[in-house]
């Protein structure tokens, strides 16, 4: 083959490519996932920006992807008609880490190593592109972007430090538009050019992928044949002619290749919540945003009427920010899809206050042009209607959290965002009705395990009027300031405010239920 030009990998990559071939294998054919996943986010890519850029979808080819096995060398190659890649892109994603999906995976192999976990991580995460060499001596990329006139090669080996870029000469590998990928699979690993088995991952793991998926599959059907009867010494006797000559019919299969869908299309969120199983909920969360644990819950709703719009939401297991940190409203939480057509992840509260910027969720609207920019978002009297729906769901979806059975699964959410709940408080007056019942605290009855606000008005006096706290900076010296005295001697009970913002929350909500938030340590206390 034409030798192309020789580029070095970033070092990271290098470090991941080892790892990758040289100790995670546990899982190995995690990556079909991963590469059919990049065919399915190219043809978003490309999808989307054909819709402002028309003249890059000039090249009239199906958004598809298509899988095809040669059993016999082992080699595997995935088409898709997406994006593809320019030469300085081929340089940029397939030869530095700047991913954040992939950069993710290599801090959770950290802190696990620092943990003394296994590293089954790679089936959790992915590490993408280079999962290709979990299973290939050599991967060859042939892709061409609509925005470049040539076909570029880039060519490289497991264990190497180095991999190589070409012009495509082959007049018969040149394809209109896309990228496909060649993997050239190693000894081992061969069984994976197996059509049959291919066909089977493919539908374990595509499951979500909104564009058609083929797979290069061996048909047969059956049909009969007529065939002339070997005529008896008799027979040939009596025969003077051929019309006199004797038929039987006999049944033979045809065999042929040709391509076979192997994926169904339809979106989760367009089927209806009676057919879809908790697990596919998560499995689909967990595809989408690219996390490894299951959502604390989801729901799954069609609002009509207005503004039509359909969306399934999560709250995530835990906050990607850490308990302390703070309140990240640009977290690509939210994607949304104009008539199935992805738009956009980039917002900046504008589906969602800031406070609810946990939540994550796809959000599938018929009302919005599908061209809509950040100005159109923000100014649209349709989005505003959808913001309202979306929050209002979001806290539906928490309250049941709250209501659940199991006490800990309440308690797992507000070790991770109560802290957002109280911001809440502070930020969105409006809704101070729908947060105030989820907002929790320790109290001088209560040490050890937070109680709602309900549960202390359930327990105030018949004459008790308001509701008391005191701020502090933990549950130890709340307990031992001299206010608190009279108070327990008259068996009322206390909150005890021991976060920063805890005071400042409940100064913003004023009441509950008509009853007054006082601080004991006011000197006018009655
Ligand atoms: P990630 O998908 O998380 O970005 P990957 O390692 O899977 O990380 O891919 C790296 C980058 O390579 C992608 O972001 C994309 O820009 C590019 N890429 C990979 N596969 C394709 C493809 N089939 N078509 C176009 N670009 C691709
Ligand atoms: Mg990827």
């Given at each position: 083959p034409p030798v192309g030009e020789k580029y070095e990998y970033q070092a990271e990559v290098s470090r991941l490519m080892d790892l990758i071939v040289n100790s995670l294998y546990s899982n190995k054919e995690v990556f079909l996932r991963e590469l059919i996943s990049n065919a399915s986010d190219a043809l978003d890519k490309l999808r989307f920006l054909g819709v402002t850029e028309p003249e890059l979808l000039k090249d009239a080819v199906d958004l598809d992807i298509r899988i095809q096995t040669d059993k016999d060398n082992g080699i595997v190659t995935i088409t898709d008609s997406g994006i593809g890649m320019t030469r300085q892109e081929l340089i940029d994603c397939l030869g530095t880490i700047a991913q954040s999906g992939t950069a993710k995976f290599l801090k959770a192999l950290k802190d696990s190593k620092d943990a003394g976990a296994d590293n089954n991580l790679i089936g959790q995460f992915g590490v993408g592109f280079y999962s290709s060499f979990l299973v290939s001596d050599r991967v060859v990329v042939s892709t061409k972007s609509p925005k470049s006139d040539t076909q570029y090669v880039w060519e490289g080996e497991a264990n190497a430090s180095s991999y190589t870029i070409r012009e495509e000469t082959d007049p018969e590998k040149l394809i209109p538009r896309g990228t496909r990928l060649t993997l050239y699979l190693k000894h081992d690993d061969k069984g994976f050019a197996n059509p049959e088995r291919i066909q089977k991952l493919v539908k374990n793991y595509s499951q979500f992928v909104s564009f058609p998926i083929y797979t290069w599959q061996e048909k047969g059907y059956t049909k009969e044949v007529e065939v002339d009867e070997e005529p008896t010494e008799a027979q040939k006797d009596e025969q003077d002619d051929k019309t006199n000559k004797k038929k039987k019919t006999k049944t033979v299969v045809e065999r042929y290749w040709d391509w076979e869908l192997t994926n169904e299309t339809q979106p989760l969120w367009l089927r209806n919540p009676k057919e879809v199983s908790t697990e596919e909920y998560n499995e689909f969360y967990k595809k989408t945003f690219n996390e490894y644990l299951e959502p604390l819950a989801s729901s799954h709703f069609t609002t009509e009427g207005e503004v039509e719009f359909r969306s399934v939401l999560y709250v995530p297991a835990v906050s990607p920010t850490g308990k302390d940190d703070i309140v990240n409203p640009k977290t690509k939480n939210i994607r949304l899809y104009v008539k199935r057509v992805f738009i956009s992840d980039d917002f900046d509260g504008e589906l969602f206050p800031r406070y609810l910027?946990?939540?994550?969720?796809?959000?599938?609207?018929?009302?919005?042009?599908?061209?809509?920019?950040?100005?159109?978002?923000?100014?649209?009297?349709?989005?505003?209607?959808?913001?309202?729906?979306?929050?209002?769901?979001?806290?539906d979806m928490i309250l049941g959290i709250s209501m659940s059975e199991n006490r800990e699964d309440y308690e797992k959410f507000w070790e991770n965002f109560g802290k957002y709940l109280k911001l809440g408080c502070i930020e969105d007056r409006e809704n101070h009705k729908r947060i105030a019942p989820l907002l929790r605290f320790f109290s001088s009855q209560s040490e050890e395990e937070m109680i709602s606000l309900d549960e202390y008005v359930e327990n105030m006096k018949p004459d008790q009027k308001d509701i008391y706290y005191i701020a502090s900076d933990s549950v130890t010296s709340a307990k031992n300031t001299p206010f608190l005295e009279k108070l327990i001697e008259k068996d009322l009970e206390v909150l005890f405010l021991v976060d920063p913002i805890d005071e400042v929350a409940v100064q913003n909500l004023k009441s509950y239920k008509e009853k007054n938030f006082v601080d004991i340590s006011k000197e006018d206390l009655d």
């Open positions: 910027s946990f939540v994550k969720g796809v959000v599938d609207s018929n009302d919005l042009p599908l061209n809509v920019s950040r100005e159109i978002l923000q100014e649209s009297r349709i989005v505003r209607i959808m913001r309202k729906r979306l929050v209002r769901k979001a806290f």
